[in-house]
């Protein structure tokens, strides 16, 4: 089994800039993808970002993209969500997601989910 932890989130200001973490426990062996996704009250999880296994592609929704980016440290078994120009449309719980294959659809593994609201 594998475990993750996101978390983060917090309130703040339009145009501020927020960094959110995944770390990954367990049973997490070989190469894996993570990506980042957000839930709206009442709405579906959308994707928001990704990262392959190896770290070397990222995967953004159109809209994140130039403002949001995804790393990783292989060696911590963390992924990080750097937030920038924070909009109050981008108010939501975030989740980053596990996934062997880079299936974003259904990753196999979820965090708990981190709350992230943006203030005009």
């Known amino acids: 089994q594998v475990q993750l932890v996101d978390s983060g989130g917090k309130s703040v200001q339009a145009g501020d800039s927020l960094t959110l973490s995944c770390v990954v426990s367990?049973?997490?062996?070989?190469?894996?993808?993570i990506a980042w996704y957000r839930q709206v009250d009442g709405k579906e999880r959308d994707f928001v970002a990704g990262?392959?296994?190896?770290?070397?592609?990222?995967y953004f929704s159109d809209s994140v993209k130039g403002r949001f980016t995804v790393s990783r440290d292989t060696m911590a078994n963390a992924a990080y969500l750097q937030m920038n120009m924070l909009k109050p449309e981008d108010s939501a719980l975030y989740f980053c997601?596990?996934?062997?294959?880079?299936?974003?659809?259904?990753?196999?593994?979820w965090g708990q989910g981190t709350r992230v609201t943006v203030s005009s």
């Open positions: 997601g596990f996934s062997y294959g880079g299936n974003w659809a259904a990753p196999d593994y």
């Open positions: 367990g049973r997490a062996f070989g190469r894996y993808y």
């Open positions: 990262i392959s296994d190896s770290g070397a592609s990222t």
